[in-house]
């Protein structure tokens, strides 16, 4: 009978202490893995880190929707996020647009802010970090997306568009003339300069997330484009081409047949099958370089200086993502530099934030985009 009790008194123990064992082993996993989680996100030389120095390789997507009645926002609560984090993610670019931000010259949405401040909290809740881009295509809202009506100084000039979307940029007078308006800082109605009002307008986005560990920092603009500058892409493209053409093959096309060529898709896409070696890309592509430095240098430069210098006074943590110039989607090298602090030196808080799309990108041919271009 003593043999029996002690025995049960043995395994009574010995479950006891399984149950202490296993509770302090879900205490220690749940410790661990908050350890594991980053809660912040900066630059250590050329690397992102963490709050603890960790290299943080960030996988993300973007989250934006396009469409101005829909209030350009993806969701209208966190369930997204949290299908974002079971998936692996980590990070997002978030998508605003200057149109709802400032919907008249100085006048900032605070309703639009408070959907946006929703937003990074549901990111926050499922340990998401959060780039804001600030986001535009063709422009303005009256083409496609971004600046708003009242930024919009076209000149009545006419727009067109092509067989794709973006065929509109090298097209439209008025997207090209909007653009050029808006580098050469032309006067909005109240008197203040276009960059003047987007660079107001970043500081006062960044005045409110400065703080925010959520927010990792600002993608100043999407695929800046440079204008009537641009016009002279296509004939430097096509003289390119035909003299790769000529070099590789032998065969001789004119100014006309060329042309005609690169206006129709199909043809493009059958064109694009002799540019699927790196020496024949390079040919063909590195022509534009000259064309894609000048604005970059001359006037994206000078831009990104000023929405740093305007951001800087109220935000020094946070990293600004610099992307190169649109024609740069395709291959050209870019010129873009750092930009600098007040004391001149270079900011450390930078990401070169590049795209890279094949010729075939928004074509029904997409899916034959070559790794090679």
């Not at 980053?38 to 396009?66: C, H, M, S, W």
């Not at 400065?210 to 920092?217: L, S």
């Not at 093959?249 to 694009?272: C, M, N, Q, Y």
Request: aromatic letters at 12%; a negative charge; one cysteine or more.
């Amino acid at each position: 009978m003593r043999k029996k009790s002690s025995f049960i008194h043995f395994v009574f123990l010995a479950i006891v202490i399984a149950s202490l064992f296993v509770s302090c082993k879900q205490k220690n996993t749940d410790y661990k893995i908050d350890a594991i989680i980053p809660k912040k996100i900066t630059i250590y030389e050329d690397k992102f880190v963490d709050n603890q120095g960790r290299q943080v390789i960030l996988n993300g997507i973007n989250v934006i929707n396009k469409l101005k009645d829909e209030g350009y926002l993806v969701s209208k609560d966190s369930t997204l996020y949290t299908k974002l984090r079971n998936w692996g993610f980590n990070s997002i670019r978030f998508g605003v647009f200057w149109d709802r931000l400032e919907p008249e010259p100085g006048v900032y949405n605070e309703k639009y802010l408070q959907d946006i401040d929703k937003h990074i909290q549901w990111a926050a809740k499922n340990d998401i970090f959060v780039v804001l881009d600030m986001h535009q295509d063709l422009y303005s809202t009256l083409y496609a997306n971004g600046a708003p009506l009242w930024a919009t100084i076209n000149e009545g000039k006419p727009h067109r568009m092509g067989d794709i979307w973006s065929d509109a940029y090298l097209l439209s007078e008025a997207v090209q003339t909007s653009f050029d308006n808006f580098w050469a800082n032309t006067l909005a109605s109240d008197g203040v300069g276009l960059q003047d009002h987007y660079a107001n307008m970043w500081q006062h986005i960044a005045k409110r997330y400065a703080n925010n560990p959520t927010v990792i920092g600002y993608d100043l603009m999407n695929e800046p484009f440079s204008g009537s500058d641009a016009l002279q892409a296509i004939p430097t493209l096509l003289e390119a081409y035909g003299k790769m053409l000529f070099d590789t093959t032998g065969k001789e096309l004119s100014r006309k047949e060329l042309e005609l060529i690169w206006s129709s898709v199909d043809d493009r896409t059958k064109a694009l099958q002799n540019l699927s070696s790196e020496k024949n890309f390079a040919a063909v592509i590195d022509a534009l370089f000259p064309l894609n430095r000048d604005f970059e240098t001359q006037k994206l430069q000078p831009f990104y200086q000023k929405v740093s210098d305007a951001i800087r006074e109220v935000d020094t943590s946070s990293i600004l993502f610099l992307e190169h110039s649109y024609l740069s989607n395709m291959g050209i090298r870019s010129s873009i530099a750092r930009t600098t602090l007040v004391d001149g030196t270079h900011d450390s808080l930078l990401a070169y934030a590049p795209h890279g799309y094949d010729l075939v990108t928004d074509t029904k041919n997409a899916a034959d985009a070559s790794p090679i271009r």
